[in-house]
């Protein structure tokens, strides 16, 4: 397998290490469905652990990952490590995913209509129907400015002030495993986009290191569901988010519902990414 480059990389020791390699997974398809945990995050750690031991820079200089670098690998790089890992085991290199899109507008109650479609991505890529973004360089973080600058009372512990500048940046697999391990955030969909948000937040410009862990510790207490309060710093966070989007860029890929003919905009539905990699079921079990 050849070497592949990394939309965002790692950084160690001033180096920036943003290429991988994948080779077949030790233990086999089953050993990704190792543990107790059965969140795609941890599959995809699992697939990752056991299909990725280096990251290399543009020059081919070798990082043998640690065991605790592999949680600090952003959540964006693990799908593109699985995606190499199903040209690998597919032997394909334009595998398809079975992907199912949702037409909201000949769907009624309890009489949901999909579209089935079996496109490969990397085609879509080849063609310029959707694009590959990767990082320029190895900053994975960028500044959001708040049109509602927010307020933050001083305490016994904490010196408060009027902030306006946030930090944000591309989440890491760590980060993901931590939100599918609490009720909290997986109990409603808006909880899930605050935990997400929380995650990638990593500094208050002009609030001091120790204040901003403060704030973020405390426990079931979203950060952004207090503070980015606001639709105006709501739509500033999004924005931001998408100016600086790495991965697979789909917004503007066309699917057509098969029944009606209404135009979807649903970017890939990754529903069935593992499916090319894991194990066929045998017709003799029961």
């Keep these: 397998m050849s070497k592949f480059q990394l939309y965002c990389g790692i950084t160690r020791g001033n180096k920036w290490y943003n290429h991988a390699i994948v080779k077949p997974l030790t233990g086999g398809v089953i050993a990704m469905l190792d543990g107790a945990e059965k969140t795609g995050a941890a599959r995809l750690l699992n697939l ?47 595998p398809i995913i079975p992907e199912s899109f949702y037409c909201n507008r000949c769907s009624r109650p309890k009489m949901e209509q999909y579209t089935d479609v079996n496109e490969s991505w990397q085609t879509l890529i080849d063609t310029g129907i959707i694009d590959e973004i990767f990082l320029r360089n190895s900053d994975v973080t960028f500044d959001v400015e708040l049109p509602d600058p927010i307020d933050i009372q001083s305490n016994k512990t904490m010196a408060g002030g009027v902030f306006k500048t946030i930090t944000m940046q591309h989440i890491s697999i760590g980060d993901m495993l931590k939100i599918h391990r609490s009720q909290w955030a ?52 999004e924005e931001a988010m998408a100016a600086n989007l790495v991965g697979i860029d789909a917004r503007d890929r066309v699917v057509y519902c098969k029944i009606c003919g209404n135009e979807i905009r649903d970017g890939l539905d990754y529903t069935n990414f593992f499916l090319p990699l894991l194990p066929k079921k045998s017709n003799h079990v029961r």
């Design 186 to 237: 997986m109990a409603s969909e808006a909880n899930m986009i605050r935990a997400c948000w929380d995650a990638s937040i990593v500094k208050i410009h002009g609030m001091s290191e120790v204040d901003f862990n403060r704030i973020k510790r405390v426990p079931e207490k979203s950060f952004s569901g207090t503070y980015l309060n606001t639709q105006a710093n709501q739509d500033a966070a």
């Design 48 to 94: 990752i652990k056991g299909t990725v031991s280096s990251f290399f820079t543009e020059d081919n200089e070798e990082y043998v990952l640690k065991p605790q670098d592999y949680e600090d690998i952003k959540v964006i790089d693990t799908w593109k490590i699985g995606y190499e890992n199903i040209k690998l085991k597919t032997g394909e290199t334009h």
